[in-house]
């Protein structure tokens, strides 16, 4: 899977995710995208996952028709992320195109 990790997202979850490929905003001079700009351009550049830790995007962007699922991390915390890689990574594997996932990490 091809994952795409939002400003906010901790790149050191990368690691754990070491069977999928994972690029960030930053790297690819998207960190000042917004939301909905964010969004097409990840699914327009052939991303599967949108990992983010914004909560509020699900209220403020519509996926239908996207082939990108948004995976939305619930803290930015990296130690309480870590703690969560098991639960994240089922979120992932789980993520089908066009909806979010809430994944809450304690």
Same mark, same amino acid.
């Given at each position: 899977? +091809?994952?795409?990790?939002?400003?906010?997202?901790?790149?050191?979850?990368?690691?754990?995710?070491?069977?999928?490929?994972?690029?960030?905003?930053?790297?690819?001079?998207?960190?000042?995208?917004?939301?909905?700009?964010?969004?097409?351009?990840?699914?327009?550049?052939?991303?599967?996952?949108?990992?983010?830790?914004?909560?509020?995007?699900?209220?403020?962007?519509?996926?239908?028709?996207?082939?990108?699922?948004?995976?939305?991390?619930?803290?930015?915390?990296?130690?309480?992320? +870590?703690?969560?890689?098991?639960?994240?990574?089922?979120?992932?594997?789980?993520?089908? +195109?066009?909806?979010?996932?809430?994944?809450?990490?304690?």
């Amino acid at each position: 899977m +091809r994952i795409l990790f939002d400003q906010g997202t901790p790149a050191p979850l990368r690691h754990a995710l070491a069977n999928h490929s994972v690029e960030t905003a930053y790297e690819l001079g998207w960190s000042t995208l917004q939301n909905g700009a964010l969004i097409a351009a990840a699914d327009q550049g052939g991303f599967d996952i949108l990992v983010t830790t914004d909560k509020n995007l699900q209220y403020q962007q519509n996926l239908t028709g996207r082939r990108l699922a948004v995976v939305v991390l619930s803290t930015t915390s990296w130690p309480r992320i +870590r703690t969560a890689t098991t639960k994240i990574l089922a979120a992932l594997d789980t993520a089908t +195109r066009g909806i979010y996932v809430e994944v809450a990490v304690d």
